[in-house]
């Protein structure tokens, strides 16, 4: 029987997240699944292998059942009996750092070896888009891939993947060692934090990054950590197919069909890309704008664009820069039937040279071929980054274009299947659970703060989520550091302090968590982008993650942590604010003592914005319009203003509120 706390932490969990489109019934069968057993290893037991200093090393695999296998490591041998269903396992002493060290098995006549393995510390990086940015398309990220040239810090890419069902391993992925031919593609936070640490340790840190895109909390979690029995389980699938199948009629009745191949690109031609094709009965659509928003819902696959623009003959002659923003996902361009260039990739931005060659005075026809593997799809972005450029001359392009379907993919994921509850966590975090880890680094966040409720209930799921992983990881690894980074600044700014806010409640959430033991965030609120929710300003961001992981993880006495309230006080009309991690002292990134980002209320709870200065340690707020002030709150909002307080380490204040309002 399930305990009245988990009956009602189930009710939160499905009570205030409305299920997202998808295709239930086609979440399983999962690809990848055991056949025939033979001697087999997991998929993180491959060439490059980093395993966890300083613990146990356990080993497992499969084999033909009763078959005896012989496992040497490290200079030790080790026998192990493949049970009934071929499962095998033993343990080997813990070790200190070093390497690189080989793995050999055999059983029934067959040998692997796993070769080239490091003995380290394995850090899990986890979460949705921002921890999966990739360090090529980082701020600094193209030097910081030409400088990577450390064969000891490596990283394991988990592919999305998902189940209905606990998995017991991967479906694929590899340790890549970050060099300038592979770093490129290395998540760029994991990579920041993982490159100061190797400076702070010395030793090998091995990076297991397990993350997906606009993926939900819920998804990463257990059914048993939710709560989630059968009947729930049955009720969700049910709702589900349901919704599946009326995204697919809508599509069908909006489109008059779904083809399932492309007319457009027939054995390498461009067919649409050509400038003579009568696209009169293409459908209208706006540019920029993800299609899902302007009136195609869960459509997934390939979506073809046109539109035209006219050059004069100077203007032709002289060849043209193209800016078409950013495209979700991936995109081939062709200007007059001329393919100007392709992108993977939905947080690159597109700017193509387009040669005179390509380009004659008057009406001139861009083709763009978009593939969308899930999530939202097309152009998207500020309209102004949509243009064409001859010479001196920059002609606009965002307006409405034409668009037509190449080819409609039903699959399970994308926006749908990575928000339904334990469909990740059973294929892209249970396989790993038996892997002795040093901690885990969490950034998301962003697809649970669509509404302030969805943000409130954030708390109870991010405080679960640690206390299952923790609960269900290898008993070596008990405990182990949990590390996350808070949302960033992002959308507009208010003209006046919001009495609510989405995100700064998920704020609130995140840093509730550090009341579990072993915990720390860091603070990114000066680091975030209004316009973009994939801010590229990487780099700040792992190395922060890097300073905490180096105080909770590895115990070094250094400022990890900006400013955070500990109390306040009322004198008069003023507020005295108290903080703890004041380190060298309280600074503005303002100028001078003058603070930003308060704001005040009296006993009619509305707030009004605040001047503030520092004094010491403590910041005085106050405002002529609030007599009596009852309550303050410092950075709430989405996308704070002029939220300036720091401390001399340079690390920014956490933002808080005194109220409960």
Known sequence: ?????????????????????????????????????????????????????????????????????????????????????????????????????????????????????????????SGQSNMEFALANAANGPAAVAAAHDPLLREFAVPHSWSDSAQQDLVGGSWTAADSQHAGRFSAVAYFFARDLRTATGVPIGIIHTSWGGSNIETWMSRRALGIGDSAWNALAQQERAQSDAVRDSLRARLGGLPSADSGLVEGRALWADPALNDDAWMPMPVPSLWEVAGLPGLDGIVWYRTSFTLTEEEARQGARLSLG?????????????????TEGYNRPRLYTVPATALHAGTNVLAVRVVDSGGGGGPYGDPSGFYIEAGSARHPLAGTWKLRVGAVSFQPDGQRINKIPSVLYNRMIHPLLPYPIKGVIWYQGESNADSDAQAAAYRLLFAGLIRSWRSEWNPASAGFPFLWVQLPNFGARDSAPPARAAWATLRESQTAALALPR????????????????????????????????????????????????????????????FDHVGGGLVSHGGGAGVGGFAVAGADRRFV?????????????????????????????????????????????????????
């Not at 060439?47 to 078959?67: E, K, M, T, Y």
């Not at 950013?326 to 392709?342: A, K, P």
């Not at 303050?632 to 956490?654: K, M, Q, V």
């Open 519 to 578: 915990t720390g965030q860091v603070v990114i609120i000066d680091l975030g982008n209004p316009d973009d929710i994939h801010p590229r300003a990487k780099e700040p961001v792992g190395q922060r993650l890097a300073r905490v992981a180096r105080r909770v993880a590895y115990g070094e006495a250094l400022a990890a942590s900006g400013p955070t309230y500990r109390r306040h006080a009322l004198e008069g009309g003023r507020v005295i604010v108290e």
């Open 609 to 661: 914005w605040a001047q503030a200065r520092i004094e010491g340690n403590h910041v005085v707020v106050w405002s002529d319009a609030v007599a009596n002030p009852v309550a303050i709150r410092y950075a709430w909002g989405n996308d704070p203003e002029n939220a300036s307080l720091f401390n001399a380490d340079g690390l920014p204040a956490a933002p808080f509120r005194t109220d409960s309002w």
């Open 1 to 125: 029987m399930r305990s009245r706390a988990a009956s009602a932490f189930l009710v939160l969990c499905l009570g205030v997240i409305a299920l997202p489109f998808g295709a239930w019934a086609q979440v399983a069968p999962v690809p990848g699944t055991p056949g025939p057993p033979e001697l087999q290893l997991p998929r993180l037991f491959s060439d490059g292998l980093v395993v966890q200093r300083g613990v146990p090393v356990p080993v497992r695999g499969r084999a033909a059942p009763g078959a005896r296998v012989a496992v040497g490591f490290a200079g030790r041998t080790r026998q192990a009996l493949a049970d009934a269903a071929g499962q095998w396992s033993t343990t080997f002493p813990a070790l200190k750092a070093g390497g690189p060290l080989t793995l050999t098995v055999e059983a029934s006549g067959k040998r692997i070896e796993v070769r080239d393995i490091l003995v380290g510390d394995v850090w899990v990086a």
């Open 326 to 342: 950013m495209i979700d996902d991936d995109d081939i361009t062709w200007v007059n039937g001329s393919e100007v260039g392709r």
